[in-house]
T-cell receptor
Framework: EPEVTQTPSHQVTQMGQEVILRCVPI?????FYWYRQILGQKVEFLVS????????KSEIFDDQFSVERPDGSNFTLKIRSTKLEDSAMYFC????????????FGSGTQLSVL | DAKTTQPNSMESNEEEPVHLPCNHS???????IHWYRQLPSQGPEYVIH???SNVNNRMASLAIAEDRKSSTLILHRATLRDAAVYYC????????????FGQGTRLTINP
């Protein structure tokens, strides 16, 4: 079965540094999402993206966050100046508009901010 | 977003059926009932979804109450690999609609 690929699997950064988390969604999917999960807590929605623009974003997704689809295959999440509280597992997901009931999630990138 | 209520945890034995309940008394007519699960150290995984009628797929069955205020995910024969957190989520299937995850039910399977 096709899958969503995320890189890197682990990323360690210093507070205040910029990080870019990368995702390769399933090739024919058109809806893209980022979620995060702080250790021991719920999976939280960050942002959805369609047709090269943000469809919806949560309160967590402030000016420090941005998303981009720089080419036909990648979908990135950038955190401009990381904070300690940004430490979490970040999941990318995608869905097919023809089968929109099913979101496919990647295995996640564990971000540790020191 | 309409809310769902699930037990925090459940336990079952390997090769026995498991019934995971979910209450969603404020469900609206356009809400689909979705179930996802999250295995340890992995991303969420789609299990099944339905609107009004009961649904079956290779992973599980979904039984939906006639008034749609509750539903039950049925794993017919649990394996150790089914140990996960199971999430019941209401979602309108329109556009890039987000999933809103609750705490879910942590299912433990005993060998």
């Amino acid at each position: 079965e096709p899958e969503v690929t995320q890189t890197p699997s682990h990323q360690v950064t210093q507070m205040g540094q910029e990080v870019i988390l990368r995702c390769v969604p399933i090739s024919n999917h058109l809806y893209f999402y980022w979620y995060r999960q702080i250790l021991g807590q719920k999976v939280e929605f960050l942002v959805s993206f369609y047709n090269n623009e943000i469809s919806e974003k949560s309160e967590i997704f402030d000016d420090q966050f941005s998303v981009e689809r720089p080419d036909g295959s990648n979908f990135t999440l950038k955190i401009r100046s990381t904070k300690l509280e940004d430490s979490a597992m970040y999941f990318c997901a995608s869905s097919d508009p023809g089968l929109n009931e099913k979101l496919f999630f990647g295995s996640g990138t564990q971000l540790s901010v020191l | 977003d309409a809310k769902t209520t699930q037990p925090n945890s459940m336990e079952s034995n390997e090769e026995e059926p498991v019934h995971l309940p979910c209450n969603h008394s404020t469900i609206s007519g356009t809400d689909y009932i979705h179930w996802y699960r999250q295995l340890p150290s992995q991303g969420p995984e789609y299990v099944i979804h339905g609107l009004t009628s009961n649904v079956n797929n290779r992973m599980a069955s979904l039984a939906i109450a006639e008034d749609r205020k509750s539903s039950t995910l049925i794993l017919h024969r649990a394996t150790l690999r089914d140990a996960a957190v199971y999430y019941c989520i209401l979602r309108v299937d329109q556009g890039a609609q987000k999933l809103v995850f609750g705490q879910g039910t942590r299912l433990t399977i005993n060998p």
